[in-house]
């Protein structure tokens, strides 16, 4: 874990503080908020004055208000004016559906699907140890709150280490299977963000052995992540995410399929969202030939590959294996 000295990008004190405020209804004082948020706890730890981290707080409420967050000031209910121990906190109500709101059974089962996703066991590390200390001072904290903490419940099983990782500036170490090789190789990462493309998680960062950024398909991992003791600069991790997508959009941007798809399918539904009507069909871009070919022969005769060739050949292998493996011919 990060240790107290360490600088919290702004993004991240902004998140601790909202979750924070959210999750305790009598508010906290500016003195807790001070002392247990990670962020400013760090920042009080390493010297800064109270009269500095009195200004941050300032400016990160007023960010938040600019950003249509509502932080509610509680004064003393003697004296609402006298501020000296005033209390600070996110109505919850506010993010609250309207009670005469009504679903169909499919938008309920669309809601529980996405409501899957959230849970405490993903919550930073930084924000559960603000959590506990806001708890060791007595003050309750609503249960709710780990409703508003993302969590991604995959399958794939680097996920969690890598996001320890990033957390904590560590160097990791993998095996990792590119496209079309026959042995893994090992690879040696500053990881800097996880991002999620074509609906694949991707992990990207510094090669230490190219020396240069890559991105890595968490699904061609085929180890255990090794998290070493090798520290990196956090700092690293500024604007790493954007980076990441924006590398992916353009190798997609120079990998199209033109496709025929029958229309009304499964194929149709999720390919089209992705897709860019053609005189002959779809086109659709893609990062992965060997990870696009496989989503392509499980729709089977739904989809239809014009080019590229490699693609095709790639598609008619894959349903030539099934074919085989069953005993057909074609």
Not at 42 to 53: F, I
Not at 73 to 83: F, N
Not at 312 to 319: S, T
């Amino acid at each position: 874990m990060a240790t107290e000295t360490t600088r919290t990008a702004p993004e991240e004190r902004l998140v601790n503080l909202v979750v924070a405020l959210m999750a305790t209804e009598p508010g906290l004082t500016k003195d807790t908020i001070l002392s247990s948020v990670a962020g400013y706890r760090e920042q009080s730890s390493a010297g800064a004055s109270k009269d500095a981290l009195e200004k941050m707080f300032e400016r990160d409420k007023q960010t938040l208000r600019s950003l249509g967050i509502q932080v509610e000031t509680i004064g003393d209910y003697a004296d609402p004016d006298d501020l000296r121990e005033a209390r600070y906190r996110i109505p919850t109500a506010e993010y609250e559906l309207p009670a005469d709101i009504e679903f169909t059974p499919a938008e309920l089962a669309v809601l529980n699907l996405a409501g899957g996703v959230w849970s405490e066991s993903s919550m930073s590390a930084d924000a559960r140890s603000g959590l506990r200390k806001i708890r060791a001072l007595g003050i309750d904290v609503d249960a709710p709150i780990i409703g508003y903490s993302p969590r991604i419940n995959l399958r794939d099983s680097a996920f969690v280490p890598l996001q320890r990782a990033i957390e904590q500036g560590r160097v990791v170490s993998f095996a990792y299977l590119k496209a079309g090789e026959d042995a893994s190789k090992r690879r040696r990462i500053r990881p800097l963000a996880l991002v999620d493309y074509e609906a694949r998680w991707h992990v990207y960062g510094f090669d230490l052995e190219q020396d240069a950024p890559r991105t890595f398909l968490l699904s061609r991992i085929v180890s255990d992540i090794e998290i070493t003791k090798t520290a990196f600069d956090l700092a690293e991790r500024e604007g790493a995410g954007e980076r990441a997508l924006a590398g992916l959009a353009e190798v997609a941007a120079r990998q199209q399929a033109l496709l025929e798809v029958e229309p009304g399918t499964e194929a149709a539904l999720r390919l089209s969202r992705r897709a860019a009507p053609a005189e002959q069909g779809i086109r659709v871009p893609y990062v992965d030939l060997h990870i696009f070919a496989d989503e392509l022969a499980s729709y089977g005769p739904e989809v239809r590959v014009v080019e590229p060739a490699d693609l095709r050949g790639a598609v008619i292998a894959r349903l030539q294996r099934v074919l085989d493996a069953h005993g057909g011919h074609a």
